[in-house]
C-alpha cells in the first residue's frame, strides 16, 4: 500500500523559513515524477513545485520561484520543498505527489498518490 505523509506545516510569521517533508513508503517504482501542491480554502489544488524522478529537472509556479526549492533523496523515497521568505499568501494546505511520469507534471490530474497535506499558514 502506498502512503505519503507531509509535514512541516506550521504557523509562522511573515519572512519565515519553512521545510516541508514528504515520507513516502510502498511505491513500487523509482521512477517517478514528484510534486507539491497546494489548495486555498475554496479552491482546486495547484503546483507548487515539481520535480523528475532523478532530480535533474524542475519547475515552479511562478510566485514561489527564488523562494521555494524542490528536492528528492537520492532513494528517491523523500521529498522536500524549502520554502523562505514567506508571505501571507502562502497561506494553504500543501499536498505531496507522485506521477508515474518520468517527467515533471504540473497538472494535478497526471498524479497517482497523495498525502492528506500539511498546513501551512504565514501570519502578517
Known amino acids: 500500500q502506498v502512503e505519503l505523509v507531509e509535514s512541516g506545516g506550521r504557523l509562522v510569521q511573515a519572512g519565515a523559513s519553512l521545510r516541508l517533508t514528504c515520507a513516502t513508503s510502498g511505491l513500487r517504482y523509482t521512477i517517478a515524477s514528484m510534486g507539491w501542491f497546494r489548495q486555498f480554502p475554496g479552491t482546486d489544488r495547484e503546483f507548487v513545485a515539481i520535480v523528475d524522478w532523478n532530480n535533474s529537472k524542475t519547475d515552479y509556479v511562478a510566485d514561489v520561484k527564488g523562494r521555494c526549492t524542490v528536492s528528492r533523496d537520492k532513494a528517491r523515497s523523500a521529498l522536500f520543498l524549502q520554502m523562505n521568505s514567506l508571505k501571507p499568501e502562502d497561506t494553504a494546505v500543501y499536498f505531496c505527489?507522485?506521477?508515474?511520469?518520468?517527467?515533471?507534471?504540473?497538472?494535478?490530474?497526471?498524479?497517482?498518490?497523495w498525502g492528506t497535506g500539511t498546513q501551512v499558514t504565514v501570519s502578517s
Open positions: 505527489a507522485v506521477s508515474p511520469e518520468v517527467e515533471p507534471q504540473s497538472d494535478p490530474g497526471k498524479y497517482s498518490y
